[in-house]
């Protein structure tokens, strides 16, 4: 089982640390935020820039933003960071930004209305990001990480993509919002840990997955180590570890190690 405090220092581990473990309307926890080791965020609902120094963590180590889906609690504190890395890492190569069709339309309104216009030009004029938009399916190396998109069930509104990271031989997914839908399964069956959204433990809720559901992809993908996060509530889940916000998880190349 990967903890973080007693993890031995043996080859290569992708380093996870939770940033944001709460649902959209949760008190439990953050927004979505989750950081792979020191360098790949993975959505950016919570407030990052504080918590990165928080854990112990540089905003010019962030070198790329990989977003799920448009919905406010996972991409609202972009336009900040973005704002932050131009103004206080000045020089550094561009923030790389992949995300679903829409991405670039979003990020912009949403730094022309909390900045104003004036502002965020300049911003993007001292380091404009250079931002992808993806389709599920595709692929492409960002810093360490071979990343790639697969499209999942969640809102008939947005794209919606969950995402496998790899590194060293170490496959970490993501869920990002999600039904339970072949997308899902197939980001399941062909990654080590999948970071997965588990919104309700008491019942079904739309659009997302709930406990039950979570259960079933345990119980279907066994050489998969499910980490639960996007929770309003925490009860145990057996075969899963609980995400909670601060912690930090050290994945290494076996799940069953």
């Not at 103004?87 to 992949?98: F, H, K, M, N, S």
């Not at 697969?150 to 170490?170: A, K, N």
């Not at 970071?195 to 008491?202: I, K, N, R």
Request: charged share 20%; proline share 5%.
């Amino acid at each position: 089982m990967p903890e973080t405090e007693a993890a031995e220092a043996q080859g290569h581990a992708i380093e996870l640390t939770i940033l944001g473990s709460g649902s959209a309307f949760s008190s439990i926890g953050h927004n979505a935020g989750y950081l792979a080791d020191g360098e790949l965020l993975l959505d950016c609902g919570a407030p990052v820039i504080s918590l990165l120094d928080q854990l112990g963590h540089s905003l010019e180590d962030l070198r790329s933003v990989v977003i799920s889906h448009l919905h406010a609690d996972h991409v609202f504190h972009l336009p900040t960071l973005v704002a932050a890395r131009a103004l206080q890492c000045r020089g550094a190569d561009p923030l790389r930004i992949v995300g679903p069709r829409g991405t670039g339309d979003v990020l912009d309104k949403l730094g022309r209305t909390g900045f104003g216009d004036e502002f965020w030009e300049e911003v993007i004029r001292l380091g404009p990001p250079a931002l992808e938009e993806w389709d599920g399916g595709q692929s492409g190396q960002l810093g360490a990480f071979r990343v790639t998109a697969f499209t999942v069930d969640h809102s008939t509104q947005l794209s919606c993509l969950g995402y496998s990271l790899e590194r060293e031989g170490i496959a970490l997914g993501y869920s990002g919002d999600s039904t339970l839908c072949p997308g899902i399964r197939e980001l399941a069956g062909s990654v080590d840990y999948l970071l997965c959204e588990c919104t309700s433990m008491s019942g079904p809720v739309p659009i997302h997955l709930w406990r039950d559901e979570v259960e079933q992809l345990i119980s279907d993908y066994p050489d998969t180590r499910f980490i639960l996060t996007h929770l309003t509530e925490r009860a145990p889940v057996k075969g899963a570890i609980l995400g909670s916000d601060g912690l930090v998880l050290r994945l290494r190349p076996s799940a069953g190690g």
